[in-house]
């Protein structure tokens, strides 16, 4: 593991996702070194990038940046971290997520975060207090550990991810679980989803799926690491098999009452919240 500490040229930028209007990320590069990841194919340095999951980079002056940056910037929906995890294991020396979330709220922005760590404990008075302008959501792909290994090896296990959502959920933090990616005949076996809608029914979470997306770094890591892994294990190559998951992903919504959508469909949800509650 190797920790970068450089000065950036800016904090915050407009998001490329419709859900969001800006993205900060307080960190380059990922520690968890998950192999599916998109973020691979869009970290702009390249040292983090092409050595995934052993190196990451720190925006020291953040902060510094961040203060000036947003004293005329419109307000709208921040999204903390859209190309990193944002309480990965650096955040515990530096803690620039959740002082940049705290900044934020308190300045009138919305926050959303995405993580798999239970690192996020640590900031749940922020999001709590906040509840109405901000959301966590804990990124579970699979509650099978050996699965979760192959595909997540430095990332916190799928139990302690489970826990974390229950803590925020009882410290009154508005959650969501993602689910995702689901990779054809690897993590999309009914039952296995079944038990992750049962989480989200029992800690009130919304939960968001997408598929797979074979973008060329990611799909070189799973190529390296996953037995039987091909490209055309994405929904890009077998309709039939995305359109069977979206019934069963919506049946199982529906048997547990709980709200779910489609990560290409989440900037209707943001658009119906109107700066308002966020669910």
């Known amino acids: 593991m190797r920790i970068v500490e450089y000065s950036a040229k ?3 930028s407009r998001s490329g996702m419709a859900e969001l209007d800006y993205a900060l990320n307080p960190y380059s590069g990922c520690l968890h070194g ?5 973020a691979v194919d869009f970290t702009r340095i390249a040292d983090a990038a092409e050595n995934w999951g052993e190196v990451v980079y720190v925006k020291t002056n953040l902060m ?3 203060k000036a940056e947003i004293k ?3 307000r709208g929906i921040v999204g903390i971290s859209t ?3 944002p309480y990965q294991p650096v955040e515990a ?3 620039l997520s959740g002082a940049s979330a705290d900044l934020l709220l308190r300045s009138g922005f919305r926050v959303t975060v995405q993580t798999k760590s239970p690192l996020v404990r640590r900031d749940v008075e922020i999001y709590a207090a906040h509840r109405n302008s901000s959301d966590v959501g804990i990124t579970i792909t699979t509650l099978d550990d050996r699965k979760a290994r192959i595909i997540e090896p430095h990332a916190p296990s799928p139990r302690s991810r489970g826990d974390a959502l229950m803590y925020l959920s009882d410290s009154g933090v508005k959650t969501w679980i993602f689910l995702g990616p689901i990779i054809r005949g690897f993590n999309d076996d009914p039952d296995e989803m079944d038990a992750i809608f049962s989480m989200a029914s029992r800690t009130g979470s919304r939960v968001i799926f997408d598929t797979y997306v074979p ?6 890591l799973m190529n390296s690491s996953v037995p039987g892994f091909t490209a055309e294990k994405s929904y890009y190559m077998d309709q039939g098999w995305h359109l069977n998951l979206v019934k069963t992903v919506k049946s199982m919504a529906e048997k547990y009452g709980v709200r779910c959508n489609s990560q290409q469909e989440e900037w209707l949800e943001e658009k119906k919240s109107d700066f308002s509650a966020l669910f």
């Open 93 to 95: 020396k530096y803690g």
């Open 10 to 12: 800016t904090a915050i």
């Open 34 to 38: 998950c192999k599916y990841c998109y």
């Open 215 to 220: 973008y060329r770094g990611a799909t070189r």
């Open 83 to 85: 190309v990193t995890d």
């Open 72 to 74: 005329s910037m419109r």
């Open 64 to 66: 510094y940046l961040l």
